[in-house]
């Protein structure tokens, strides 16, 4: 496996332009949203509720000014306003999500909401009569509260439940839809939904609830896999895969072995948890078994916290993705951090601490979000070296702007034109098996929990106006140029 800390990278040649390359023939272009931050609609025609309704129907200032998406980009009524941005962008994709409980209203398939079958049915036909190819996400964190009552993905039930969720979709839609997406970030979910709280649902079970709900998660990835497979791939010759995230890492300092062996972890506690069994294995990493089989024992349990998976369910879950699909936003530089914690926790385990590289600039609004463009290359020469040289897509990158937000970004292009140019070394100097890039996102959102604070759309969208008009930034305008061009003109260049 090739590790993080030692990936060597080609130097681009001298007279190397990226405005002389044409990205690959037939890259895909896109963008990306997901159904609870741009649709609304929260209860409108049959929906259910779902978590973060529940989540943001409590109040107590988990988001921004107690701020919700019950109306977000109003997308669930204006979608005709959303294919126009999308057109004026000239994008060749578009990604989007399914609201569970807007289709299935309790999770289940006992009833079926057919309201939310034909706005989705409408989204599908409107993008292939333009031309533009779906790629389409099962579950974007929007989880049916029916479900989550009866323990989301704390359950092991939920992994027949959602089998039987992403099999209903396969035969509404697979006729029409050839790329797929199981699950959206589930490290998020299990670490930021079910470790720290700080998402819905909420709730805070410091490491077991990560663990438990992370190994759900790849089983009910790799069953909807296996039924794609048996039962529609035939017919429908589409693509199933799932969204993983994760930033580059690179060690504090690079002649330290302590923080050599701090950015391993990092990588094996976030990438790796996932890509590992789903794309080598079956199987978690082995140093991140042994560091909480370890810390396990150092705490008093009688076993390791990480469930383990059995000999079937290795073969099982091996080689059940037909594409990566990366988001990346950031880079960290990794130190050690010894645990004597007596309580665990995921950070605990991992004995690694992040830390921003204060002469990076920040993305405005995203204190988090550090932009760092060669951290994407390094983390694609990774994925290439570590993970079989795989088809990738990056369904999500994007960069934020403070609310209010100018329309004339021009700082925010300067970081896309800086993605794009280790995007094509990637590909002409690695040889980065690269099919696509998506924009996190097409249109200014719910933000989870920092709520509408922060914009991250190539559209602005006017919140404070009924009519939630969407006007493009500049960066939609420079993005269309790249698009156009299948690459980076002088212009663009130049901005």
Not at 241 to 258: F, G, H, M, Q, Y
Not at 386 to 406: C, M
Request: include cysteine.
């Amino acid at each position: 496996m090739a590790s993080a800390t030692t990936a060597s990278f080609a130097p681009a040649p001298r007279g190397w332009h990226p405005e002389d390359i044409s990205f690959p023939s037939g890259f895909a272009w896109g963008a990306a949203t997901a159904a609870y931050q741009v649709e609304g609609g929260w209860n409108a025609d049959g929906k259910g509720p779902n978590v973060w309704d529940t989540f943001t129907h409590q109040g107590g200032d988990r988001v921004f000014k107690n701020q919700t998406g019950d109306v977000a980009c109003g997308s669930y009524t204006l979608w005709e306003e959303d294919l126009k941005c999308i057109k004026q962008l000239g994008l060749t994709h578009y990604r989007f999500s399914l609201s569970w409980s807007r289709l299935l209203p309790d999770g289940t398939t006992g009833f079926i909401n057919q309201k939310g079958v034909d706005y989705y049915d409408k989204i599908i036909d409107d993008l292939l009569a333009n031309s533009i190819v779906p790629m389409v996400t099962l579950y974007h964190f929007d989880l049916p509260q029916h479900l989550e009552d009866q323990g989301g993905w704390s359950s092991d039930a939920i992994t027949e439940v959602f089998d039987s969720y992403a099999q209903f979709c396969f035969r509404a839609f697979g006729d029409r839809v050839k790329l797929w997406v199981t699950i959206n970030e589930p490290y998020v979910v299990a670490k930021d939904g079910y470790e720290k709280g700080i998402v819905a649902p909420g709730i805070m079970e410091p490491g077991i609830g990560a663990y438990r709900t992370a190994h759900n998660m790849i089983k009910a990835h790799a069953k909807a896999w296996h039924s794609y497979d048996l039962l529609f791939r035939e017919k429908q010759h589409g693509l199933v895969s799932i969204a993983l995230n994760s930033d580059w890492a690179e060690p504090l300092d690079p002649t330290c072995l302590a923080d050599q062996e701090a950015t391993k972890r990092y990588m094996a506690f976030c990438l790796d948890w996932f890509a590992e069994p789903i794309f080598i294995s079956g199987d978690y990493p082995a140093i991140m078994k042994s560091q909480i089989s370890v810390m396990s024992t150092k705490q008093g349990y009688l076993s390791s916290r990480l469930p383990e998976f059995t000999e079937e369910e290795k073969m099982t879950i091996k080689g059940t993705a037909d594409f990566f699909s990366l988001n990346y936003y950031t880079t960290r530089k990794v130190k050690r951090q010894k645990n004597t914690q007596s309580e665990p926790s995921v950070s605990g385990d991992r004995e690694a601490e992040q830390i921003m590289d204060h002469s990076w600039p920040s993305a405005a609004g995203s204190s988090w979000l550090a932009v760092v463009p060669w951290g994407l290359r390094r983390l694609l020469k990774y994925i290439k070296d570590t993970y079989n040289n795989p088809i990738i897509y990056i369904t999500e990158n994007g960069f934020s702007q403070s609310d209010p937000a100018p329309l004339d970004d021009t700082q925010r292009w300067k970081y896309f034109r800086l993605t794009l140019q280790e995007i094509l070394k990637a590909i002409s100097l690695d040889d980065v098996h690269l099919k696509g890039y998506f924009v996190w996102s097409l249109l200014d959102n719910f933000e989870w929990t920092c709520g509408y604070s922060c914009r991250f759309g190539l559209f602005h969208v006017d919140f404070e106006n009924p009519a939630l008009p969407r006007v493009p930034y500049q960066s939609a305008i420079e993005y269309a140029k790249v698009i156009s061009n299948n690459g980076l003109t002088k212009s663009t260049e130049e901005l």
